[in-house]
């Protein structure tokens, strides 16, 4: 199941795996890079690019049939304000490839999505309400959306 979209200022989303970046995605979210492959290969993970460059991460926990859930949605912070990560959850949960599924998270919008449920707390660097980022080693520059389980 290939998802592709681009945003209107060409960005480019596409949950093909040979594009993940390991680098960037072990530095955002604090994973072992030698347990990426294994994280990645269990999930349905998507990226987000500008020109080439990753600028944002979507991890989705799915048997991409009955039911998923939004794990982890990252986005470099200058890209928040292109609208990013609304952008990225709004195609995650309106795709074709993933229409059959119940949303473990629902929400009405994407907005709605990660600002207002109680599932979802969002963190930067040096500001964490539940994570140490001396302990994590999350980028200072990453906005960071984690479901709670």
């Not at 709004?90 to 059959?100: E, F, G, T, Y």
Request: charged fraction near 20%.
């Amino acid at each position: 199941m290939l998802i592709r979209a681009f945003h209107s200022r060409g960005y480019m989303l596409t949950s093909e795996v040979g594009r993940l970046d390991f680098d960037f995605i072990s530095s955002i979210m604090g994973y072992d890079k030698a347990r990426l492959p294994d994280i990645i290969k269990h999930s349905l993970c998507l990226g987000v690019y500008d020109n080439g460059e990753q600028i944002a991460f979507v991890r989705i926990i799915t048997d991409r049939e009955t039911f998923a859930l939004i794990q982890d949605v990252a986005v470099k912070s200058a890209y928040v304000k292109y609208g990013i990560d609304k952008w990225l959850v709004d195609q995650v949960k309106n795709s074709p490839a993933l229409q059959s599924v119940v949303w473990v998270n629902q929400a009405k919008n994407p907005h709605q999505f990660y600002q207002n449920m109680s599932s979802f707390y969002k963190y930067r660097r040096g500001n964490l309400t539940t994570l140490d980022p001396q302990q994590t080693g999350i980028d200072p520059d990453v906005v960071i959306y984690r479901a709670k389980l």
